[in-house]
């Protein structure tokens, strides 16, 4: 028996409120900065060193900042694994907020709203930096937000992680680049969810030694290579950049298929070389659409972003 839906369509507003973290083509900011004890801090010379960064951005007067805060774990993870240990980590606390001070920091200004949670120089050992330009050089829509940046300037989102999965993350150190050409397919970004053709994109990040200039990118389908590109450019070490493989037709079934990357020597990369790329189809097989309507040409838009269908074949006008 078919789905049916009868449509009574009204004027509707809509907010959509989004929120960005960091962005997936980011790098981390080129950051020289000042600590509150007067040393300098240079985020890209750490992480030439083979370092795992752990950002802390936070507000002085941020409840779920200070929570975590008082709980230690990342002051933990910098003596057992900061230079005074295995010397594998650096964690950066920053005060992001506009409009707080410096001696916020210290749970000695603020008031209302603003009003700083207490000391949070106290017990800490690890570099605190008030500077709020870092608010927008991380690309920041919330408090708190806890970044974690390898060594080749992949950066994530981690949130608020007990002390196990930091040492997991610390585990996962993919480290600096070593070999000249290593052309690392990142992620998938294209199609996810079609009822039409699918457009196939992905992250294409240089973890060479040298400037990334060409490669061959593969789509394959159950060992058959169904879509093929070259991709030309020039990355330099570490950047990355958004691939176009084109379109494939409309399959009316969730697909799996494997996005494989051959750098410019004709080698295969090592361990990084390949990403899935889940499309979901949607079926409509089985529904049909009833619109009461008197203007039908001006709603066929609308209707066809709201079901996300492929033709009006199967929409009836009342």
């Given at each position: 028996?078919?789905?049916?839906?009868?449509?009574?369509?009204?004027?509707?507003?809509?907010?959509?409120?989004?929120?960005?973290?960091?962005?997936?083509?980011?790098?981390?900011?080129?950051?020289?900065?000042?600590?509150?004890?007067?040393?300098?801090?240079?985020?890209?010379?750490?992480?030439?060193?083979?370092?795992?960064?752990?950002?802390?951005?936070?507000?002085?007067?941020?409840?779920?900042?200070?929570?975590?805060?008082?709980?230690?774990?990342?002051?933990?993870?910098?003596?057992?694994?900061?230079?005074?240990?295995?010397?594998?980590?650096?964690?950066?606390?920053?005060?992001?907020?506009?409009?707080?001070?410096?001696?916020?920091?210290?749970?000695?200004?603020?008031?209302?709203?603003?009003?700083?949670?207490?000391d949070w120089t106290d017990g800490i050992s690890y570099p605190l930096i008030d500077d709020a330009s870092?608010?927008?050089?991380?690309?920041?829509?919330?408090?708190?937000?806890?970044?974690?940046?390898?060594?080749?300037?992949?950066?994530?989102?981690?949130?608020?992680?007990?002390?196990?999965?930091?040492?997991?993350?610390?585990?996962?150190?993919?480290?600096?680049?070593?070999?000249?050409?290593?052309?690392?397919?990142?992620?998938?970004?294209?199609?996810?969810?079609?009822?039409?053709?699918?457009?196939?994109?992905?992250?294409?990040?240089?973890?060479?030694?040298?400037?990334?200039?060409?490669?061959?990118?593969?789509?394959?389908?159950?060992?058959?290579?169904?879509?093929?590109?070259?991709?030309?450019?020039?990355?330099?070490?570490?950047?990355?950049?958004?691939?176009?493989?084109?379109?494939?037709?409309?399959?009316?079934?969730?697909?799996?298929?494997?996005?494989?990357?051959?750098?410019?020597?004709?080698?295969?990369?090592?361990?990084?070389?390949?990403?899935?790329?889940?499309?979901?189809?949607?079926?409509?097989?089985?529904?049909?659409?009833?619109?009461?309507?008197?203007?039908?040409?001006?709603?066929?838009?609308?209707?066809?972003?709201?079901?996300?269908?492929?033709?009006?074949?199967?929409?009836?006008?009342l």
């Amino acid at each position: 028996m078919k789905n049916r839906y009868i449509l009574i369509l009204l004027f509707t507003f809509v907010l959509t409120i989004g929120i960005s973290q960091p962005d997936p083509l980011s790098t981390p900011p080129t950051m020289v900065a000042t600590d509150i004890a007067g040393n300098e801090v240079d985020l890209q010379q750490i992480l030439d060193e083979g370092k795992v960064v752990i950002v802390d951005l936070f507000a002085a007067w941020c409840s779920p900042c200070w929570t975590y805060h008082m709980q230690h774990v990342l002051e933990d993870a910098y003596q057992q694994w900061g230079p005074a240990g295995t010397d594998e980590l650096v964690v950066l606390g920053i005060e992001a907020e506009s409009r707080n001070t410096a001696a916020q920091l210290t749970g000695t200004s603020g008031a209302g709203v603003l009003q700083s949670l207490g000391d949070w120089t106290d017990g800490i050992s690890y570099p605190l930096i008030d500077d709020a330009s870092f608010n927008d050089a991380f690309n920041l829509s919330y408090f708190p937000t806890v970044i974690a940046i390898y060594p080749n300037r992949l950066m994530f989102e981690i949130r608020q992680q007990p002390l196990n999965v930091i040492r997991d993350i610390l585990d996962r150190n993919p480290g600096l680049a070593s070999e000249d050409r290593d052309a690392n397919a990142l992620r998938y970004t294209g199609t996810d969810k079609t009822c039409s053709d699918a457009d196939i994109k992905f992250i294409l990040h240089n973890n060479g030694t040298k400037n990334l200039t060409s490669a061959n990118i593969q789509l394959i389908d159950n060992g058959e290579v169904i879509l093929e590109s070259e991709w030309t450019g020039n990355l330099a070490t570490y950047e990355q950049t958004e691939v176009s493989l084109g379109t494939i037709d409309y399959v009316e079934e969730t697909k799996n298929y494997i996005i494989n990357v051959v750098n410019e020597s004709g080698e295969v990369t090592s361990d990084n070389n390949e990403i899935d790329a889940t499309i979901a189809a949607y079926k409509n097989d089985n529904e049909e659409i009833i619109v009461k309507i008197e203007n039908k040409k001006r709603l066929d838009r609308k209707i066809s972003q709201v079901f996300e269908i492929r033709t009006f074949d199967r929409i009836k006008y009342l």
